[in-house]
């Protein structure tokens, strides 16, 4: 082996003393020191071997072996970022004294007559190239080389699941990422992994890679190697965007943005208790219920955060539940009127720039109303009864019970709410002919209903916590990633 260092003697005067000068006239020639690893290097084994072969250098000066000399042995740890898999900060090599057999991360040793230093290894419980630096110090020098090693995983002993749960878009698709391994979860490669789909709504490779079809619900997938089994689930939902309000880990609640798989999450300006947010269906601008003066006013607020009052509330007067038009002109809400002698309720119009406040409709309480995306109707609940009105004309028809959060279907032909007393989901025709109870799973009172552009599903909240409702048979789809939000509603 080539010298991994060499001291010259025409370094300094002071270095040509220390490398060989015998202080007369003439030096005797430059002090060449070098190190040598002579065994035990290169082994290959599985996880917690102990090679029989001791791990030997020696220590040469101008070629001939140079005793006395305290060289260091250095078991390098496995590197990596997951602390609890493959390669992670522990794990790497041990070193022990030979005579002692007490296996720990550093020890050194003297060389002998014969300029050898011996140390013995343990392989640590990661599998990879591993290592153990040698060096020594000498002449004001350090000699440093590198002992190089294979670990190789042990026995199959599980199955390691990357994704275990999972929410993704329809037509989208993930990586499982399992792998058999020992029993320190190191991956056997040479292993085979079998991967099948036992639901319709996705299809798997050979690489577990599965892919989403355009069917929504819950999926699984069952992995199998080496005589061990496990599954990972999923859930495929709709294309849609979101606007709810999202209660933070620090206790804060913000207005937020993000799509129903839960990506592109954008956290906006914190609020105060309810909000009740409303995405402009033309630009990135929401509409939101915000305390103030004692009362409820209308807020505006733009998708970089910065946000203005439209509608201020001044006692008794308020505003409430605002709801965009299909055109992003002008904002519907809830709010106050003063008659003669008393305060009433009404819906109200105003346009996004504050100007053209104007009453639509009478109601006997605040009420939300919800616009048809042609912008021509809006229902709302008054009385005993919930009903759809022609912006136009003001000729409303009584379409079921009365209820809170319309919301119209994307063909315009019906509407779904929450029943006001029994907070049951009901979806009705818009031209009053027929209304049906979707489910007996009851819920709050203020949670939001909305569909989802196909038509087929419905968002709701139920006890707190959202939920898709097949129109057609009333099947219904948790989406537990989303618990962190309320007050959800599709974005137009």
């Not at 003393?17 to 005797?28: I, K, L, N, Q, R």
């Not at 991967?195 to 577990?208: C, E, F, K, S, W």
């Not at 199998?224 to 933070?248: C, Q």
């Not at 519907?332 to 003669?340: I, L």
Request: net charge negative; glycine share 12%; hydrophobic share 40%.
């Amino acid at each position: 082996m080539r010298p991994r260092n060499v001291c010259l003697a025409l370094a300094t005067p002071i270095l040509l003393a220390a490398c060989g000068g015998s202080g007369g006239s003439e030096p005797t020639g430059p002090t060449v020191s070098e190190m040598q690893i002579v065994a035990g290097a290169g082994v290959s084994d599985t996880v917690l071997a102990k090679p029989f072969q001791a791990l030997t250098v020696v220590v040469l000066q101008n070629g001939l072996p140079k005793p006395g000399v305290v060289v260091s042995f250095e078991g390098l740890p496995a590197q990596g970022t997951d602390p609890n898999g493959p390669g992670s900060t522990s794990g790497g090599i041990l070193v022990s004294s030979v005579a002692a057999n007490d296996f720990v991360g550093f020890v050194s040793d003297t060389t002998d007559l014969s300029g050898r230093a011996s140390v013995l290894v343990q392989f640590g419980t990661r599998a990879g190239d591993m290592g153990v630096r040698i060096t020594y110090s000498t002449l004001g020098l350090w000699i440093a080389d590198t002992a190089q090693f294979t670990v190789r995983p042990g026995n199959s002993t599980q199955l390691i699941v990357g994704v275990r749960d999972t929410v993704l878009q329809v037509g989208a698709s993930f990586g499982i990422g399992a792998y058999s391994a020992d029993r320190f979860r190191n991956m056997r490669s040479q292993d085979a992994v079998t991967y099948l789909a036992i639901d319709t709504v996705a299809t798997v490779n050979a690489a577990g890679t599965v892919q989403a079809r355009q069917a929504v619900g819950r999926g699984t997938v069952v992995i199998r190697a080496n005589g061990f089994e496990d599954s990972t689930h999923f859930t495929v939902v709709p294309i849609a965007e979101l606007t709810a309000v999202y209660d933070g880990t620090d206790g804060v609640s913000r207005i937020a943005t993000l799509k129903l798989d839960g990506s592109s999450l954008r956290v906006l300006g914190a609020i105060k208790q309810t909000a009740y947010p409303s995405h402009s269906p033309t630009e990135d601008l929401i509409a939101y219920e915000q305390e103030m003066n004692g009362g409820a006013g209308i807020t505006l607020q733009t998708g970089t955060g910065s946000a203005r009052v439209l509608v201020e509330a001044a006692p008794p007067w308020s505003g409430r539940y605002p709801a965009f038009s299909a055109d992003g002109a002008s904002i519907y809400f809830g709010g106050t009127v003063k008659y003669a002698t008393y305060w009433g309720y009404a819906i109200w119009r105003v346009g996004v720039d504050g100007s053209g406040l104007t009453m639509v409709a009478t109601t006997d309480a605040f009420t939300t109303p919800g616009l048809s995306s042609d912008g021509t109707r809006i229902a709302f609940s008054s009385g005993d009864g919930m009903f759809v009105q022609s912006i136009a004309t003001g000729e409303s028809v009584r379409v079921g019970r009365h209820g809170l959060f319309p919301s119209f279907s994307p063909d315009g032909q019906r509407i779904a709410y929450v029943d006001y007393d029994w907070g049951i989901l009901t979806i009705a025709a818009v031209d009053g002919s027929s209304s049906r109870l979707m489910t007996q799973n009851g819920a709050y009172w203020d949670e939001r209903v909305s569909w989802l552009p196909d038509g087929n599903w419905i968002l709701r909240s139920r006890f707190h916590a959202p939920v898709l409702v097949n129109v057609a048979s009333g099947e219904e789809v948790r989406l537990p990633h989303l618990a962190r939000l309320r007050e959800v509603t599709v974005k137009p």
